[in-house]
């Protein structure tokens, strides 16, 4: 790991991202409130109850947006090699392919609203946040020509704006996966870091909802962390990392009769819901008498 | 009636003024049809069956179905589908014509892959799916609406093994898929997979299921995260994902002939309000709206398989007229 990607995952890693997750518990209120962190026998602990939630929850999250994940890293890659506005448009075409196979097997409406708003939000990090100050662009000369890496700065930001505007315009959903890997591709982390970065704040956040749930205290949030979270990650993000979509790089002009998506691949190694227990008791957030969060 | 290979079955049912005719009814071993007759103007009723109940180790069964225009098709089975344990390289069927599984692969079966005409209905109201202890089953089921006006009430679900046997949730996989096209569009995709970790998980290996890791190994290009510090994480049993729930039922509802139940679940759903508790409850059960409220996605669990049907009952009564009162009391008490 060079010392850029080293920065850029400190960057991403910080919790002040405006990246919206701080109203999204990913089910844990719901799931608090159904009595599923109420201990209910002796052998059983809160603590004990929360870390099996995290683990489930990591779990069925890598299993069904890391496969989205990847296949979006590596549409939005193929910018790199071509920086001409029709690569845009055929980037642009698959990522909403991956977006509404996302929405589509998305089949629980507070995890699609949470994914959709938290997902427009890091395209907005990038435009606004992590595009180059036009201050500092000024600076070179007029008359020399940009570097490899500031034509492919460029290139992404021109395609992250349009996949914004696509957005906006309710032309694609805009899902967090998806959002996931078009930014960390446009920000040259390794598919691998964003995967595992991808689960890793999954877990962040989960904690951080526990704590203002009042549930643990932000010092055992930190245990929990380096000691017992680490292991789920990695576990998960390893188990995951090959999972794929399938979706098949259309070049041309997409067939109308012909699926994007490569239907074995898609079956036997795609993403899939593991937890229907978490996906009820998540999808029932909206019902709770009291909330904090919004999903 | 035309002959087709083993586990193979075809219906298509067509429908003239009141009256249905199956205009084809054919199916080969260990798979049986069998269309008893009904009264309720429009409707055709099919029982897919499996010869001695049950589905062993590599057991394959395809069906595929067409409902035309203005039809309306019941699928129902009788008890539970038993799927047994999966023994490696045995079958329990002697296969007619020469129709054997791949060597190792043991995963038991099904398909199904229907096409519903405009104005046309199906209703797949299957008794629950029960894997045995160490089974591997994957369920593929298709469904392809002509057009808005095509209905459907798909319900699949899945019980946690044999309780009188103390078996809870100790199958090896289970895989569950239910695809929904309305006019050449994909509209939803259920994906359900519940499957035992291995033993001890280790953090290097990528799943351990070999017919996985045969056909997609692991890029040897993709760098293995330092795990070789990570300790090993203890095993979380399926049972322990799942508990205290010993079934989950998945109810797929789209189309013109389910717009009154799906504003009858809504109302229901959305006049609950949740109050912070310490004991789970017995039941409980989410509806998400798809296609601008044209469908949606029933899901309930409970402690009890008949807690599920008895609720299931209740909660697509407004179906009784569409398929008729007697077949629809019939499935769900």
Redo the contacts between chains.
Sequence with gaps: MDFDETYILLLLSDSNLPTGSFVASSGLE?Y?????L?P?DQNASKDKLLL?FI??SISAYG?SALPFVSDAYRVTTQVAGDTTHSQNDFVIRNLTALD??YD??T???VARRASRSQGVALLTLFTKGFSKPREASKQSPPESTPSLEEQKHAAFTKLIEKFKTSVRREDTHGHLPVCWGVLTAALGLSL?RSQ?LHLFLHARGLLSAAVRMNTLGPYAAQQLLLHSI???V??E???C??LRTGLRLVEDEPD??L?PFDEDVL???????????G???A??HD???SRVFNS | MQRVGAGIGRIHLQCHGHDTVFSELSYSYPLKLLSPRVTTPGVGVVYVLTYGGGLVGGDRVNLGVEVEEGARLVMLTQGSTKVFKSRPGQTRFARPQGITPAQGDTITSQSLDVTISPNGALFLLPDPVTCFRAARYSQ?QIFRLASKSSSAVLLDWITSGRISLGEQWVFERY?S?NEVWVD?K??????????EEKEP?Q?????GDPS?TD??P??AA????S?SQ????PK?TLA???T??SC?A?VLIYGPLTHETIRYLSSQ??A??????????DL???????CNGEGC?L???AKETEQVRHWLGAALHLLEGVVGVDIFRKTFS
């Design positions: 719901s608090a409130t159904h009595g599923f109420s209910q099996d683990r489930d299993h509404e196979l589509t097997m089949l629980n409406h691998e595992f680490r292991p789920l990695t576990t993000a390893s188990k990392a090959d109308q009769g699926d079956d036997t190694n795609g993403p899939a819901m593991t937890w229907p227990l996906e009820i008791l999808s029932r019902l709770q008498h | 593929k895989w898929l050449g994909r509209v939803a995709r259920d994906v359900m997979l519940l499957e998980l953090s290097s290996l990528a799943d996985q056909s997609h692991r890029s993709t760098p293995t995260p795990t990570s300790p090993l994480v979380r322990e994902r799942l205290p729930y989950y998945t759903f959305e609950t309000t949740l109050f912070k508790a310490n004991k789970r409850p409980i059960w989410s509806l998400t709206l798809i996605i899901r309930v669990a």
